[in-house]
């Protein structure tokens, strides 16, 4: 039986963090030749209704991604809002900072996760779905993030 | 056409690592709901031909393997002797380490790594193949671990 905490055990998205999305997102085009993907910026808060730590946050992420044969990379560039982003940059500088998967019924795996020991540290609508990072840092060195699709939507 | 650095564009390995590799690969297999991994030492210098920096090294690896649907996770335990791992793991603590690459044409492969910047920090052989790491670090946050196994093997 699968853990509680996961639907699947595929690692959805591996994603970094950076100071400069444009620069970074630049490089590792020419560096994997792959074509360089556009930049795509989060909701605003009206429409996000992002939490982190529990507290409404304006903050908004600069994303772009890179689609490998078996995973997705995204790259992520925080704002200088409050966010689990901006927290890993200022602490951490530029690097990796979580893997994603993707699960079905978000309320209940954080549930589960906040049960478990693994508390919630932001959440946030998009259109089609949401996501929900959790704290494993002290465990794995990074964060877990859960993202649910309102439709089905290939690996 | 393919870079001349990669094969392909498949993210073989991703690796993390750690201080303690029975107590993270413990935590993992039961938060991921995995088996339990053995835990294996990389050769001793005479069989590994292990270099740093360009110099012999006597470092070991403990590794353990999470097999995921669509990668691997690897955890590295390393040992006091001079390795990218121990150093790593000395300024950053533990964490996300490296993507690992299959390839083929290790020599080759290593010249253009070179050539385009980005240097050869270790390499050593393994029963079945060979292994080498780039320097991405101020690019990415983290390094390159390119594979070379002598007979084909599953990703």
Redesign the interface.
């Known amino acids: 039986?699968?853990?509680p905490?996961?639907d699947?055990?595929?690692?959805f998205q591996?994603a970094?963090?950076?100071h400069d999305i444009e620069k970074?997102k630049t490089?590792?085009a020419e560096?994997?030749?792959?074509p360089v993907p556009e930049t795509v910026v989060t909701d605003p808060l009206s429409k996000s209704e992002a939490e982190y730590k529990g507290k409404p946050t304006e903050a908004r992420g600069k994303l772009a991604f890179f689609n490998?044969?078996?995973?997705t990379?995204e790259l992520i560039e925080p704002d200088n809002e409050p966010s689990c982003w901006r927290e890993f940059l200022d602490r951490?500088?530029?690097?990796?900072h979580h893997?994603a998967f993707k699960v079905k019924g978000m309320k209940a795996k954080t549930a589960t996760f906040e049960k478990d020991g693994y508390p919630l540290l932001q959440k946030g609508e998009f259109v089609g779905g949401r996501y929900a990072y959790f704290d494993?840092e002290s465990?794995?060195?990074?964060l877990i993030e859960l993202l649910e699709f309102d439709k089905e939507r290939a690996?």
């Open positions: 039986m699968p853990s905490r996961f699947d055990q595929m690692i591996v970094f963090i950076t970074t490089w590792m560096f994997f030749d792959m490998f044969g078996n995973t990379l951490n500088g530029p690097g990796f893997f494993t465990q794995l060195g990074a690996a």
